[in-house]
């Protein structure tokens, strides 16, 4: 399997256990205390508060993820008089990290910051180099930020103090790039700061020697050579845009393609193109004598290539995925050779021309072209068996989906007039279809398979596939709604969609699938479901087109189906439910719904014990009871269970409830003071709330106003009003 990187969560909380006799001290700052001891001691516990999260994340972002050497920090952590947010060591360079932080996202002035930083750096390099005892020649002062944007003056005034910026989207960007290549990514910090970058172990002297051929102008040598995965990986360098600097070109590597890449290569294939690299002007190049080369028609010259034997020093310009895919790869295969055509070019911009002349010129290869290739070139593996079995859904004569697949070469008319594609559904059947640990009701084996055993298995999946798409299309004429039938089951998003829900009915049925039981036990989910969404078929189509919707989509049919059929795919919402509660937006939603309606029902209740009848708005209440007949709701706790209609309100009609003007007078008004706010925050929560439930990412920007909102209804309900500044009314939307 690769390798996946990963990081210890930070705590939210400061945890201690104290003697009673230390109790008073930690009352007095703040901490909540246990009734009882354990073994003589009491658990005393704090919330930490932002900035305090801040500093814990880039703490343990260098201790356990970068792996830096004496790191150290907090509030504890104090050298030469000042108080230390986190310092960590790289070769004989020794960062030191001052956090900033603000809950509401703004501009600011930073050049107090940068200033008190630069008059405390001579006394804490010396208290540093004392303490580390000259183990470290260099320290470099980095100010890192989260809600802060810094301006242009500031990045200038803080570069004419030796002081470097790291906003929020680059320390974002080098969490992001951990999680994709591993520590290596020290080094690329090391060198974005300016710091001297240490030599890469093994070798001889300060270069590796590779034999290479040359060839190319004066003014532009090309080098092509073969080069051990694992040097390549500690020498390479990608030149980020994230990374700040100005002429930098390159996008942000994939994680999951890189995922998809090592396990290619783990599968024990490999790639036939090459690495394309650029090299500082210290590479030498020593041409060797030969006899052949006035014989040779082509004029190049053979030779060693000496490279600097440093980490991060040769450039990547195109093969970056390719390259670090490897980094999540054993030992063994990083011991293997690629192939690299090396430049040696004048500057950046010309290796940014280059980079741009490569992806804007080359065009891929139509994936619809590759899978049919498979089926001729790999016909005994599990994609030549994938390949021939779409093959066979799109000309089968028994077959559904007959002249509805586009395969190259083979179908009868030009591209444009399909929505199926031959590519999109191997890449399905093989995600979802193919037998295997997970997967144990499979309607396709895995591994190698000969005919006749290939060809039954085949016809018997084409069967169980043909036999549910059209109970599907005959479930859409039932329920009024034909236009699922093209606009949605038949289209790519559409059946990828489709065949997730159909491996939690194989599943039911123990890996059988028979027309009339599904039609008697699914009809009516399905049949309702399609009547109920009738009008979103092409927002569901659209939506549908990533991998994180395409599963929720999928999940809000097996939960249709899950009302009438009980025990139906109990163990995927269990499921759905654990993933979703480990989300931040959906608990900081779930925290504030909750203790918002705690407030609601006690105000309400000291009013009258029928509020729910005398003092609820009639079309707010009406809505939350159909809601609760339908069991509509984002939060997976309450699905299949039954609570009160009023848990089944959204925040723009906690907002009518609250701001109701006997409401509002007798006991809201002590609590919120500005109904105008309560408007607006609530308005901002229910859009949150909508894409939460429909699976969409919130934006660093709305996760940070989310962060705040929270914040702001907290001292409100707890009634800490000399705390309360309800700032939401001066953001702008």
């Known amino acids: 399997m690769p390798i996946r990187f990963s990081l210890p969560k930070p705590k939210k909380e400061w945890r201690q256990s104290v003697l009673e006799s230390e109790l008073a001290r930690f009352r007095k700052a703040g901490y909540s205390i246990a009734e009882r001891p354990r073994h003589g001691r009491f658990l005393v516990r704090k919330k930490k508060k932002k900035w305090e999260q801040f500093e814990d994340e880039i703490l343990t972002l260098f201790r356990h993820g970068l792996k830096l050497t004496d790191v150290d920090g907090g509030p504890a952590f104090r050298i030469g008089g000042y108080q230390l947010d986190v310092v960590g060591g790289i070769s004989n360079t020794l960062l030191v990290v001052d956090c900033k932080s603000s809950n509401e996202p703004r501009r600011r002035s930073l050049r107090s910051e940068i200033k ?3 008059v405390k750096k001579r006394s804490i390099s010396n208290s540093l180099r004392s303490r580390y005892r000259g183990k470290y020649k260099h320290t470099k002062f980095a100010l890192a930020l989260r809600g ?47 710091g001297n970058v240490p030599l890469v172990p093994g070798g001889r002297g300060k270069t590796f020697s590779f034999p290479a051929l040359r060839t190319g102008t004066p003014e532009e040598r090309v080098y092509v050579l073969f080069m051990p995965v694992n040097i390549l990986l500690d020498i390479a360098y990608v030149l980020r845009v994230e990374s700040g600097q100005r002429r930098a070109y390159q996008r942000f590597l994939d994680k999951n393609r890189l995922m998809k890449i090592a396990k290619f290569l783990e599968d024990g294939e490999t790639f036939k193109n090459s690495i394309v690299l650029a090299l500082d002007q210290r590479m030498r190049f020593k041409m060797q ?8 028609e082509v004029n190049c010259e053979i030779g060693l290539l000496k490279v600097p034997r440093q980490f991060a020093s040769a450039w990547v310009i195109d093969g970056q995925h390719r ?27 010309e290796e940014a021309k280059t980079f741009v002349a490569i992806n804007k010129n080359q065009k891929p290869v139509d994936p619809n072209l590759l899978w049919a290739l498979f089926g001729r070139l790999y016909p005994h593996e599990t994609r030549g068996l994938i390949s021939d079995f779409v093959r066979l859904l799109a000309f089968g004569r028994k077959s559904i989906f007959r002249d509805k697949i586009f395969v190259p070469g083979e ?39 000969r005919e006749p055993h290939r060809s039954k298995r085949m016809n018997s999946a084409s069967k169980i596939l043909s036999a549910y798409f059209s109970l599907l299309a005959d479930f859409a004429r039932e329920s009024g709604n034909p236009a699922w039938i093209k606009g949605f089951v038949f289209t790519n998003n559409g059946l990828n969609v489709m065949i997730r829900v159909l491996v939690h009915i194989l599943e039911f049925y123990r890996g059988r ?32 087109s990533s991998e994180g919707t395409r599963s929720f989509i999928a999940f809000g049919f097996v939960k249709a189906l899950a009302r009438n059929v009980p025990h139906f795919a109990d163990a995927c919402i269990r499921d759905h439910q654990k993933e979703r509660e480990k989300q931040e937006p959906y608990r900081i939603l779930r925290d504030v719904e909750e203790r ?26 009406q809505e939350a009871e159909e809601r609760k007949s339908k069991d509509e709701t984002p939060w997976p706790w309450m699905e299949g269970k039954h609570y009160p209609a009023f848990y089944y309100v959204n925040f723009s009609e906690y907002s009518k409830i609250i701001c109701r003007r006997d409401n509002w007078r007798e006991a809201f008004q002590s609590v919120f003071a500005n109904q105008e706010w309560v408007r607006v925050i609530f308005a901002e929560l229910e859009r949150n709330r909508n894409d939460i439930a429909h699976n969409r990412d919130l934006s660093d920007r709305e ?31």
């Open 116 to 118: 008190t930083l630069w």
């Open 148 to 194: 802060i944007i810094p301006s242009d003056s500031d990045f200038k005034y803080a570069k004419k103090k030796a002081i470097t910026i790291w906003a929020e989207t680059y320390c974002d960007s080098i969490r992001a790039l951990y999680f994709t290549i591993g520590e290596r990514v020290k080094f690329y910090v090391l060198k974005e700061l300016g």
């Open 289 to 296: 004598k030969t006899r052949w080369r006035k014989k040779s």
């Open 323 to 349: 390259l670090y895919g490897f980094a999540r790869t054993d030992a063994q295969l990083q011991e293997s050779l690629l192939c690299v055509v090396a430049l040696q070019t004048r500057n950046k911009t």
């Open 411 to 449: 179908s009868t008319q030009t591209r444009k007039h399909y929505r199926l594609f031959h590519s999109n559904l191997c890449e399905t059947i093989g995600d979802h279809l193919v037998e295997g640990k997970l997967k144990p009701f499979g309607i396709l084996p895995t591994g190698e398979i």
């Open 513 to 544: 699938l028979s027309r009339s039981e599904v039609k008697s036990t699914f009809g009516r989910g399905f049949r309702e479901y399609l009547n109920e969404r009738g009008g979103e078929i092409d927002h569901l189509r659209r939506q549908a």
């Open 596 to 621: 918002l309606r705690n407030l609601i029902s006690e105000r309400m209740k000291g009013l009258t014990p029928s509020w729910w009848a005398e003092r609820v708005p009639p079309d707010v209440s």
């Open 703 to 733: 996760l940070t106003l989310l962060r705040v909102y929270s914040d702001d209804l907290e001292r409100a309900i707890s009634g800490r009003k000399k705390d309360f500044l309800p700032a939401a009314l001066a953001i702008p939307a």
